[in-house]
């Protein structure tokens, strides 16, 4: 069964089905008039069936005012969450990255990574965006596939040295792409101008406690060999043509392989996976596991059951939900065309044994003071949405004994320490950069990182 917006399409196509075999049968008794009393008895017990449709149909369109279906209701796992506004800020600049092992790339980057930052929001939240272009040379610009929005303003070039800022609303939840669209489109998004934006449904889906992981394949152009620094640039005649030399999850190939990615068994697992091409399909399938729920492009109206491969043009995305039965187990997964699968796009998850590690929170106070207190961004933090965002995510300061608390970013990919009160924000932190603030005043001050918001954290401050 198959749903389109709110409504079960697979019970009104039964409807026509037997309405159509109605009129079949009554075609058949005016050329057939011998078998009339046989016709009409088959006439009779098809229109019961097909009142019976009609009264399904009809409690299952009650309520239909409702902005979510019985099944996303059912797929979802509480109250609905009030819509706010949300402070968002992309910086384009060229840098080089690590792609494969000894293989640099001369990237053309969101935020210095490729991926970009990935930027999880909740349906209705209102986006104040801000693009800064730092590429002395180039012109850049956005495009959000969460948006609607009148493109040839809001997505309209900009030029290098100069910014532009818009406003929308996220209304439809989803797994999104979003990328550069300055001409050639196909250039900028092959040398590695995109992302994911998640917006996640108004009732948030249930808790994933087997992990959580957002997974972007991409495709990788190189030239046949590099410059004189050792760098790969791309190749535009080769994005052209379609002939990657990488495709890669989350920008690395065969990144998962060497690092895999830990699950629980019998446990909720949850995917978040985008294909953002430039121009290959995905096939997206893990060894030794079924998807059991598969939401197409993300919303919980469009879902699926059982797949053993998921489907995804260039911009599609999905949240998969599935169980990994065996512990201690390893399943690879892979996009099942091979030849890509070739070319780096392979990873891995390792199934833990069924036991739980408590989370621990660590609190520093007075009895074990320190002039400085130290707060780590792990790594993996942007992609796995189960890790904590920061570590400790609490912790207890005393004024006038180690009221003073470092952060730094272990992560590869950019990240802010944001007060939700506004008191105090680190900007863009890269990998390796700390951030550092005294409290003067008790209380309980909670943050955020302002482009995973996922990631949230608390520091206690106590009177001297």
Not at 287 to 306: C, S
Not at 315 to 327: C, I, L, P
Request: include cysteine.
């Amino acid at each position: 069964m198959r749903f389109v917006g709110n409504r079960r399409t697979g019970v009104s196509s039964l409807h026509a089905f037997a309405i159509v075999l109605v009129l079949g049968l009554g075609v058949g008794t005016i050329v057939s008039v011998d078998y009339s009393n046989a016709m009409n008895n088959q006439i009779s017990t098809l229109q019961n069936q097909v009142n019976s449709l009609q009264s399904q149909v009809g409690s299952l369109s009650a309520g239909s005012g409702s902005s979510q279906s019985t099944t996303q209701q059912q797929a979802s796992g509480g109250a609905q969450v009030t819509p706010t506004t949300r402070h968002i800020t992309l910086i384009t600049e060229e840098t080089t990255i690590t792609i494969a092992p000894n293989v640099t790339y001369a990237a053309w980057t969101f935020n210095g990574t490729v991926p970009g930052p990935t930027i999880m929001v909740n349906q209705g939240d209102t986006i104040n965006f801000m693009l800064i272009n730092k590429d002395p040379m180039m012109a850049h610009s956005i495009d959000f596939h969460a948006a609607e929005i009148d493109w040839s303003t809001a997505y309209a070039t900009v030029a290098p040295g100069q910014s532009k800022t818009f406003t929308f609303t996220v209304n439809y939840p989803g797994v999104f792409m979003y990328h550069c669209g300055a001409p050639p489109v196909l250039e900028h998004i092959g040398n590695g101008m995109y992302g994911a934006i998640i917006v996640n449904p108004s009732t948030p889906w249930p808790a994933a406690p087997g992990g959580q992981y957002v997974l972007i394949q991409s495709e990788f152009y190189l030239n046949a060999k590099p410059g004189s620094d050792g760098t790969y640039a791309g190749n535009f005649s080769k994005m052209l043509n379609g002939n990657p030399d990488y495709i890669v999850f989350n920008g690395v190939a065969n990144q998962y392989q060497k690092n895999p990615l830990p699950v629980q068994p019998n446990q909720l697992v949850r995917l978040y996976i985008l294909n953002v091409g430039p121009n290959h399909w995905s096939a997206f399938h893990v060894i030794g596991a079924l998807m059991d729920t598969v939401y197409i492009d993300g919303n919980p109206a469009n879902v699926e059951h059982g797949l053993q491969t998921l489907n995804m043009p260039p911009s599609g995305g999905a949240v998969v939900e599935m169980y990994f039965r065996d512990a201690g187990g390893k399943n690879p997964f892979v996009t099942h065309d091979f030849a890509d699968a070739s070319k780096g796009g392979v990873g891995m998850f390792v199934v833990g044994s069924g036991s739980s590690t408590p989370t621990t929170t660590t609190s520093t106070t007075a009895a074990t003071a320190k002039i400085k207190v130290a707060v780590t961004i792990p790594s993996g933090a942007a992609t796995n949405t189960a890790l904590p965002g920061f570590s400790p995510a609490t912790i207890t300061v005393v004024i006038g004994v180690n009221n003073t608390v470092v952060w730094t970013n272990g992560d590869s990919t950019p990240h802010t320490v944001t007060s939700t009160t506004k008191l105090f924000d680190s900007g863009n932190m890269n990998a390796g950069d700390t951030f550092t603030f005294t409290f003067t005043t008790p209380g309980t001050y909670s943050y955020v990182c302002s482009y995973h918001p996922w990631m949230k954290g608390t520091v206690i401050v106590k009177g001297p």
